[in-house]
């Protein structure tokens, strides 16, 4: 088979280069995808052993993907390619050699719930408020510290204000905890290799003459661990090919440091540049305008996207009177567009910055009977059902992990915090874990306990915990999991209480054993251990199912590496896109740029972008301005309407006390421009008017002229509102 032959000349130039680093700069809708798997299946293909290729993704849809692709090129030779998201591969490194950092190869691995748990139960050890510092702030303070790699010793003795010294002690304590349960957090996957590697040098040399060609996938996403860890393991043959683009870099909040593409040449000065600048996804027109968009950032690698695709139709951007009408609207272009171009619903996504803005499009798309699904709601296997059976299955792997302990703990009938905080004073004591002290008590020791209800209940689970630890190497994954969700009555209990609420619950268990059950048919040593760990490092972008007919609802972050025929990019307002606060630094702001730039560039035919003059924000409505990023563009070169109305009346007028207000919105179908004329000296005191979103109320007083006169409403619902008649849609009744 000729690789090459499906490649443009700049796409083959960087697939040949096989010696000694490289960078390839991948522009959006690029090829980049594909690159990165020819370049994988050219190796094996020049009779490079698959054993001695890693290849490194951000999600395991992209490694999973392109394992396929290359299964696809190469066939079964490529079967013991190490390839897998960062997470993934040095989870398994550490399963391999955890002993060498005192940890046990069957560690859990916390996920952030699990943190957030542990990190109260510590505050509340060290008697530290929730009330002055939330749980959450210290979370965030933790997570932020070890993208950096700054660990607790480090963080001491830089920690000035309360807050720090305060997230100082926990994290301290945190970390203590952690390794005494055998556990580690997300971030741990990354750090503790480092670790093992700079404390092991027969390590360290092991995997650097294991791993002769390391490909990194996204690396403007890296953070400063994943950048330390692939420079250690590629200084053995120096064959490190980064594929990414500068442009994308949207992950500054969670630790990606863009500075490690933009000085990847300085760190290897060797390193051969290709620029991959043919854009095989968008139309002219979309690409001129992600084009604008981009210019403005300062730091960042030059480089001319083009494209030999057609000229495209026109990138719409519409003024909507409030959110409920941009919804609305977007309803009404979804089904043109599914009509015009002969699009499914599956063709459309809708964008947003933050979850908060999806209710009125949510409302506006149910109204109208168009299904849809949320990539990033509450996530499956952070349910409380699915999270209490999989605590009984994590204490059977890892009888020392102390959270999924106490959660197994509080759901036996009787046991509260009372008799938890008695178990964990007995494993201090006597230097055990929760899970061990349970055993010791009430296993080995049990002629000493008097036998009440809540030891009778102790007892069973000690019990239980034993006999189902025994079966491990005897029953498969899925068998254990469905005898001990026999054994604990849960499914049973669901169906018994009869609500909806816990017929869906009872579902989703079901759904979890069927899960288990498919990971124990796919692999060939399928271990309840492998499978916890292919749960928690699931992401929400890898259970989003693109089969399914429906428009798609997400932030612009879970975007980036999908394209659709049509994109909607909503609430371009000021303090949403960019999401400003009143210390935004110039890196901060140029991220948020290129928040933008990913979101045009996953329009493959047809863009819209959207923002509302008003829009209930905090629980109150509050009057918007248009995003600065809307400045930067040049608007007669976009179809641009103003003052839109959801339900675009053709034209209506309303007589009050002898005056008039005349309203006239744009008529798409005959394509007459748009307008709105208030004449609003019709609203005066004691006229009774209709809101949108107050509902009824009654004019108090008016006051100001043109533009900014404004009402004071009492409204039935809400009180009184100040409002200015040049945007609210007021109907007089």
Known sequence: MDLLKDLNTEQKKAVEQIDGPSMIVAGAGSGKTRVLTYKIAFLIESGISPFEILALTFTNKAANEMKQRIYNLVGTNAG?????????????????????????????IYDDQDSKKLIEDIMKMLRIGSESIKPDTIFSIIKSLKNKMILPDAFFSTAGNPIEKAAANVYEEYQKTLFRSNAMDFDDLLIYPIILLQKNPELLAKYQNRFKFILVDEFQDTNIAQYRIVKMLSEGYGNITIVGDDAQSIYRWRGAEIENILRFESDFPECKVFKLEENYRSTKKILSLADEIIKNNKRQIKKTLFTNNAEGDEVVLAETLSDRDEGQMIVKWILQESHHLKLNFKDFVILYRTNAQSRTIEDALRKNSIPYIIVGGVKFYQRKEIKDVLAYLRILVNVKDDEAMSRVLLLREGIGDQTLDKLKKYGREN???????????????????????????????????????????????????????????????????????????????????????????????????????????????????????????????????????????????????????????????EEE????????????????????????????????????????????????????HGRQPKSKTVSVEGSSIKYEYYDEDNGSDEKVIFRDNGIKKGAVVYHNNFGRGRVIETSGKGDTRKAQIQFDKVGVKNIILKYANLRVE
């Open 593 to 644: 740029r290129r928040l933008f730039y990913v979101a045009a560039t996953r329009a493959m035919r047809k863009l819209y972008m959207t923002y509302a003059l008003q829009r209930y924000r905090f629980g109150s409505m509050s009057y918007q301005m248009k995003s600065r990023f809307l400045n930067e563009l040049d608007l007669t070169k976009i179809k641009y309407n103003k003052h839109v």
């Open 80 to 108: 013991s390619l190490w390839m897998g998201t960062f997470h993934s591969i040095f989870a398994r490194i550490l399963r391999i050699e955890a002993q060498y950092i005192g940890f046990d190869r069957n560690f859990s």
């Open 431 to 589: 230097n055990m874990c929760l899970g061990e002290s349970l055993l010791e008590l009430y296993t080995k020791n049990k002629e000493d306990y008097k036998p009440t209800k809540i030891n009778n209940e102790l007892s069973r689970l000690a019990v239980m915990v034993e006999r189902y630890r025994d079966l491990m190497n005897e029953l498969s994954p899925s068998e254990l999991a469905r005898t001990i969700v026999d054994d604990i009555g849960i499914i049973r209990e669901l169906r018994n209480e009869g609500t909806e609420e816990s017929m869906d619950r009872m579902y989703n268990i079901q759904e979890l054993l069927s899960g288990i059950s498919e990971y124990t048919d796919e692999n060939e040593n399928p271990t309840l251990e492998g499978f916890l760990q292919e749960v928690s490092l699931v992401t929400d972008i890898d259970k989003y199912d693109d089969k399914k007919n429906a428009v798609t609802l997400m932030t612009i972050h879970s975007a980036k590496g999908l394209e659709y025929p049509v994109v909607f990019i909503t609430g371009l307002e000021e303090g949403i896109f960019p999401l400003m606060n009143s210390t935004m630094s110039l890196e901060e702001l």
